[in-house]
T-cell receptor, first 115, second 113 residues
Framework: GAVVSQHPSRVICKSGTSVKIECRSL??????MFWYRQFPKQSLMLMATSNEGSKATYEQGVEKDKFLINHASLTLSTLTVTSAHPEDSSFYIC???????????FGPGTRLTVT | GQQLNQSPQSMFIQEGEDVSMNCTSSSIFNTWLWYKQDPGEGPVLLIA?????ELTSNGRLTAQFGITRKDSFLNISASIPSDVGIYFC?????????????FGTGTLLAVQP
């Protein structure tokens, strides 16, 4: 149990376009989901906290108008990278928090390459 | 953003050796977690620590929550090739209701068969 999926696993897009990444909790409900970004050979950096039915809370330095987060249901959160640029190329990882299990479960990540 | 200091940055060991890595913070955390990340995948939880001074084992892994709440260590005994990966500590925001995690800088472990 407690599986989190991400789609797509890899995406290549052209500079200036937008990309949407989905994060789903498959067998549990998650009132809170988190979005992280990981550059090569670096740690996971929290971008934002997404609460179902409310606006996301962004970490300092993360542009909320560039990284749009929607958490419309207890099993789905989406991250849209708008007007992507090559410097947005990174590994994006989501996690979902299970109240029942009191634990965060991580997705497998999405590799974004902006050309 | 805030990060926890993890050491060593990397380790290259022989199969069968024991490994020790640690994590320190200037902030207090009420929960410490240790994760392993394989290339191109998300992190997987290894051990969770909830009380200062707590020592917890999971198979060949042992971790301790420092008494000051500002540090933790992870030991791996009798390493095997599949232990290869990046190990991250993470602290859960003290007193926070958001369950936000702050990750360490990571320790790359390479095991020579």
């Amino acid at each position: 149990g407690a599986v989190v999926s991400q789609h797509p696993s890899r995406v290549i897009c052209k500079s200036g376009t937008s990309v949407k990444i989905e994060c789903r909790s498959l067998d549990f409900q998650a009132t809170t989901m988190f979005w992280y970004r990981q550059f090569p050979k670096q740690s996971l950096m929290l971008m934002a906290t997404s609460n179902e039915g409310s606006k996301a809370t962004y970490e300092q330095g993360v542009e909320k108008d560039k990284f749009l987060i929607n958490h419309a249901s207890l099993t789905l959160s989406t991250l849209t990278v708008t007007s992507a640029h090559p410097e947005d190329s990174s590994f994006y990882i989501c996690s979902a928090y299970s109240l029942v299990l009191s634990e965060q479960y991580f997705g497998p990540g999405t590799r974004l390459t902006v050309t | 953003g805030q990060q926890l200091n993890q050491s060593p940055q990397s380790m290259f060991i022989q199969e069968g050796e024991d490994v020790s890595m640690n994590c320190t913070s200037s902030s207090i955390f009420n929960t410490w977690l240790w994760y392993k990340q394989d290339p191109g995948e998300g992190p997987v939880l290894l051990i969770a620590l909830y009380k200062a001074g707590e020592l917890t084992s999971n198979g060949r892994l042992t971790a301790q929550f420092g008494i000051t709440r500002k540090d933790s260590f992870l030991n791996i005994s009798a390493s095997i090739p599949s232990d290869v990966g990046i190990y991250f500590c993470a602290g859960q925001d003290y007193g926070g209701a958001t369950n936000k995690l702050i990750f360490g800088t990571g320790t790359l472990l390479a095991v020579q068969p």
